[in-house]
């Protein structure tokens, strides 16, 4: 039908044959057209919709519906609700992503379709479409890498809000993520702006569990026995302490001499604990160590001598802040206007006179 004349409107205007016989030609090829590619993108879009409604509410198709509700997912979304949100936000913008392209894609066919209908010759807007699908290409590939890799990424779920993570060119919590950017507040407060397609590797510090890490230098001569007991001891604490202890995840673990130097042994204290947490929980690791080895007297690396100070007693004695050359000075311009006022103004002590004696006349 292409290139030929397309008529407009039936033959013979009074006849009601004629204008049935043009209705079932044209009108009726683009209102099949139009039907039909509606129909195709609606159950495009309610497929869309039912799987991202499935992700978001993190159970199988089979165990929807008819097949009763599941039980694994019930329980999983109870037990991390903030899991379950960044899956349900992960799931809308994809499925928002998804339906945009098949709207996008179902009427650019029916489009051309309805122009072909019409007799139009769509083989020149093939053509440029081609050529500008290629300029688009070459002139906007770290676009087009950054929406990919963007929709890749929250396909995998690598990442999201309020996760602390490490891209490479910045490191921080995780404010915003969209199909082409990634925002970044780091520790320092500066909000980095990074393209997807520029991250060739990421780093979730606060995804699943993590893990505290504590390392002590003791001294070279400790009992490595007492220190390990001693930090097993301090590790207990802060698996019963009420607040940060609902944050450790399992037993801790003392592992051997990590490292060795000429005044110093490396041991080293892991914990696993909740995401995110593994700051908090190694700080207060270290706090307790360090009271447990200050109880037990055992020096850190390099304080064998100050420890043994303190345990002799004999510490310095503190020093005055005010014994200072400039306050001695004013001391002694204090007494001098003391002296005036009391008119004993100090003076100088009187000098010797020299005196020569003059030979005497001779006779």
Same mark, same amino acid.
């Given at each position: ?30 209102? %099949? ?7 195709? %993108? ?187 007991? %001693? ?74 001598? %100050? ?57």
């Amino acid at each position: 039908m292409t290139g030929l004349p397309v008529t407009t409107g039936p033959e013979d205007a009074t006849s009601a044959e004629s204008w049935a016989d043009w209705f079932v030609g044209l009108p009726l090829k683009i209102i %099949l057209i139009v039907v039909i590619s509606s129909i195709v %993108l609606v159950l495009l879009r309610r497929a869309i919709r039912g799987i991202t409604n499935h992700v978001a509410d993190g159970s199988s198709i089979l165990d929807r519906g008819p097949l009763g509700e599941s039980a694994v997912g019930n329980v999983l979304a109870k037990a991390s609700p903030l899991s379950s949100a960044r899956r349900a936000q992960r799931a809308r913008t994809i499925g928002s992503v998804l339906r945009s392209t098949a709207t996008v894609v179902v009427g650019s066919i029916a489009f051309f379709l309805i122009l072909d209908a019409l007799g139009v010759n769509i083989a020149p807007f093939i053509a440029s479409a081609g050529v500008v699908g290629v300029a688009v290409g070459f002139g906007a590939q770290s676009l087009v890498k950054d929406f990919l890799s963007g929709l890749f990424m929250l396909l995998e779920d690598q990442y999201g809000v309020g996760d602390i993570v490490d891209v490479g060119p910045a490191t921080g919590t995780v404010e915003a993520v969209t199909l082409r950017i990634t925002k970044i507040r780091d520790s320092d407060g500066t909000l980095w702006y990074v393209p997807n397609g520029t991250m060739l590797r990421v780093g979730n510090k606060s995804q699943g569990w993590a893990t505290a890490v504590v390392e002590i230098d003791v001294d070279y001569f400790a009992d490595l026995d007492q220190v390990r007991a %001693l930090l097993a001891e301090a590790a207990s604490r802060v698996v019963t302490d009420p607040v940060v202890g609902t944050h450790v995840l399992g037993e801790p673990t003392i592992t051997g001499i990590e490292r060795l130097s000429a005044d110093a042994v490396t041991l080293r204290l892991k914990v696993k604990t909740s995401p995110a947490m593994q700051w908090e929980v190694a700080r207060s690791l270290r706090t307790a160590t360090r009271d447990a080895l200050e109880r037990a007297d055992v020096p850190l690396a390099g304080q064998r001598d %100050l420890m043994a100070t303190h345990r002799a007693g004999t510490a310095p004695e503190p020093h005055d802040p005010h014994d200072t050359p400039i306050d001695d000075a004013l001391a002694e311009r204090d007494a001098r206007t003391a002296a005036s006022g009391a008119g004993e103004e100090p003076r100088p002590a009187a000098e010797p006179v020299a005196t020569t004696e003059e030979p005497a006349p001779r006779g």
